[in-house]
């Protein structure tokens, strides 16, 4: 079965600064999809970014980036010159016939 | 404006009194799915409906039920609520029903359930 493992259960980092949050995932499927979901304290959750497995290329977003290793089943998150606004629970997530999602992390901002 | 939209936002119940959090669409979109999410878990599926009259269970329908009778609604049912119910529930859907998990999900604001 499918699984989606994020390993840092709460990260900081300093406004302005860049952090790295990380995601594997476990699937013997060769054809699937991988996300990242932002869920602020609003609730609401918001889609960051999609990338899909045969694209060799990363996929970007703005500020927002993704180091996608097929190979590793690795997608972990780059944040670029953090905002406050950028404060959340992100959520790791892998698509085939279904969704699963990771257990998230959350990301504080320092002023 | 292209939402999902689920009522109520926030439930104080009791255990055994049944209630019902509806969930409504305007995309037209052939997928739905009923989230709970709790501290530590994460965001785990209940119950799904690929299209109308199609729905299926997820990782954990004990104690709920759902029905899609129109494409657009996709409410969830807890008959007799538990307390181990207490959790904030999302809907979401998405266009296609085939190979859902390939589609970006459109959620609900969520709603926030105890159960005492």
């Known amino acids: 079965a499918q699984t989606v493992t994020q390993s840092q259960p709460e990260m900081s980092v300093q406004e302005a600064e860049t952090v790295t949050l990380s995601c594997t995932y476990d699937t013997s499927e060769s054809d699937y999809y991988l996300f990242w979901y932002k869920q602020p304290p609003s609730r609401q959750m918001i889609l960051v970014i999609r990338q899909e497995a045969y694209k060799q290329q990363n996929a970007t977003e703005n500020r927002f980036s993704v180091n996608f290793q097929k190979a590793a089943k690795s997608f972990s998150l780059k944040i670029s010159d953090s905002q406050l606004g950028d404060a959340a629970m992100y959520f790791c997530?892998?698509?085939?016939?279904?969704?699963?999602f990771g257990k998230g992390t959350r990301l504080h901002i320092l002023p | 404006e292209a939402q999902v939209t689920q009522n109520p936002r926030y439930l104080i119940t009791v255990t055994g009194k049944k209630l019902t959090v509806t969930c409504s669409q305007n995309m037209n979109h052939e997928y739905m799915s009923w989230y709970r999410q709790d501290p530590g878990l994460g965001l785990r599926q209940i119950y799904y409906s690929m299209n109308v009259e199609v729905t299926d269970k997820g990782d954990v329908p004990e104690g709920y039920k759902v029905s899609r009778k129109e494409k657009r609604n996709f409410p969830l049912i807890l008959e007799s609520p538990s307390p181990n119910q207490t959790s904030l529930y999302f809907c979401?859907?998405?266009?296609?029903?085939?190979?859902?998990?390939?589609?970006?999900?459109?959620f609900g604001a969520g709603s926030r359930l105890t159960v005492l």
């Open positions: 979401a859907s998405s266009l296609n029903g085939y190979r859902s998990g390939a589609n970006v999900l459109t």
């Open positions: 997530a892998y698509g085939d016939d279904k969704i699963i």
